[in-house]
């Protein structure tokens, strides 16, 4: 080994191997998106079990445990249950619109693109109470910022959100509304 040289931490090794199982999928949904299909990652339970720990420690070292998990609509399920059951802590689904019963509350914003929705139920999160929202991707930052604004609009203490995966060079990361971005938003891989 190089002097000044260190061995990847865990962290970082999970990171390398699933950046390397994301596939890329041109024209997607629309021509000029490339997706970042995760369907890989989720099809390898041990690489999965690996994130998701991962993704936790991340947060742990740097935001501490929260009080209650956010999964925003869909894919933030998958890996945000997972969490919150880590830390047996209740999980909240922000939902697009028309998918849940009761009292909402709502919030529009705009996407890399087009437009969109999410609502939450009312009483799903008490105020005061330390969430972390968690998402798939991070690309413009348009839905991490609704999910923020809905999350407060509940009366939560926002700790920070988590990804399996940012796109770097989108910038969503400008006019970040959660102080210290590099601790508040968090992801496993970084593209560019």
Same mark, same amino acid.
């Given at each position: 080994?190089?002097?000044?040289?260190?061995?990847?931490?865990?962290?970082?090794?999970?990171?390398?191997?699933?950046?390397?199982?994301?596939?890329?999928?041109?024209?997607?949904?629309?021509?000029?998106?490339?997706?970042?299909?995760?369907?890989?990652?989720?099809?390898?339970?041990?690489?999965?079990?690996?994130?998701?720990?991962?993704?936790?420690?991340?947060?742990?070292?740097?935001?501490?445990?929260?009080?209650?998990?956010? +999964?925003?609509?869909?894919?933030?399920?998958?890996? *945000? #249950?997972?969490?919150?059951? &880590? @830390?047996?802590? %209740?999980? /909240?689904?922000?939902?697009?619109?028309?998918?849940?019963?009761?009292?909402?509350?709502?919030?529009?914003?705009?996407?890399?693109?087009?437009?969109?929705?999410?609502?939450?139920?009312?009483?799903?999160?008490?105020?005061?109470?330390?969430?972390?929202?968690?998402?798939?991707?991070?690309?413009?930052?348009?839905?991490?910022?609704?999910?923020?604004?809905?999350?407060?609009?509940?009366?939560?203490?926002?700790? +920070?959100?988590?990804?399996?995966?940012?796109?770097? *060079? #989108?910038?969503?990361?400008? &006019? @970040?509304?959660? %102080?210290? /971005?590099?601790?508040?938003?968090?992801?496993?891989?970084?593209?560019?």
């Amino acid at each position: 080994m190089l002097l000044n040289q260190h061995p990847l931490n865990d962290i970082e090794l999970c990171a390398q191997e699933v950046k390397e199982c994301i596939v890329d999928v041109e024209d997607f949904p629309i021509p000029g998106v490339t997706f970042k299909d995760l369907g890989p990652l989720w099809a390898n339970s041990n690489l999965s079990k690996r994130a998701i720990d991962a993704m936790v420690q991340m947060v742990e070292n740097d935001q501490g445990v929260p009080e209650c998990v956010v +999964g925003i609509e869909s894919r933030g399920f998958i890996f *945000g #249950l997972a969490m919150a059951q &880590h @830390w047996q802590v %209740p999980f /909240v689904p922000f939902r697009k619109p028309g998918k849940l019963p009761g009292e909402l509350k709502r919030v529009a914003y705009q996407l890399e693109y087009g437009t969109a929705e999410l609502e939450c139920q009312v009483n799903a999160i008490k105020p005061g109470m330390r969430v972390l929202i968690h998402d798939d991707v991070f690309a413009t930052g348009g839905t991490a910022r609704a999910a923020i604004q809905l999350a407060d609009a509940c009366g939560a203490e926002i700790m +920070g959100c988590a990804f399996i995966l940012s796109l770097d *060079g #989108l910038n969503g990361q400008e &006019h @970040w509304p959660i %102080p210290v /971005v590099e601790k508040s938003c968090l992801s496993l891989v970084h593209f560019i």
